[in-house]
């Protein structure tokens, strides 16, 4: 599986990016996909998750950290994840990485070890 995050960038404090994540595999439905981050000198950090829960039903999850402020979605169809972060802070400032989860063993999402394959991260910087 190869993961490929877009849409980081500079953006000021306040203001909104949508993050993907394009994902190969054919049963992308299946997987439970994720985003963490890592800051400068410090452990990366989960930031959300959608599990697959069986046929249609999709369980969302999100660091308290971001509730409120973040979302994580998917579109099956497109193979892609997305983080809609909005009213960004310059403690948001990371690199994200895209996550995903093929053989659904771990049940915390929340552990970078549920994850067995790692996108190439894209680096989000928010100015105050």
């Known amino acids: 599986v190869q993961l490929q995050a877009s849409g980081g960038g500079l953006v000021q404090a306040g203001g909104s990016l949508r993050l993907s994540c394009a994902a190969s595999?054919?049963?992308?439905?299946?997987?439970?996909m994720g985003w963490f981050r890592q800051a400068p000198g410090k452990e990366r950090e989960f930031v959300g998750a959608v599990r697959w829960s069986g046929g249609s039903t999709y369980l969302a999850d999100i660091a308290d950290s971001v509730k409120g402020r973040f979302t994580i979605s998917r579109d099956n169809a497109k193979n892609t994840v997305y983080l809609q972060m909005n009213r960004l802070k310059p403690e948001d400032t990371a690199v994200y990485y895209c996550?995903?989860?093929?053989?659904?063993?771990?049940?915390?999402?929340?552990?970078?070890?549920?994850?067995?394959?790692w996108g190439q991260g894209t680096q989000v910087t928010v100015s105050s």
């Open positions: 996550v995903a989860d093929t053989d659904r063993k771990n049940a915390d999402l929340r552990t970078t070890l549920a994850y067995d394959y």
């Open positions: 595999g054919r049963t992308f439905s299946t997987y439970n």
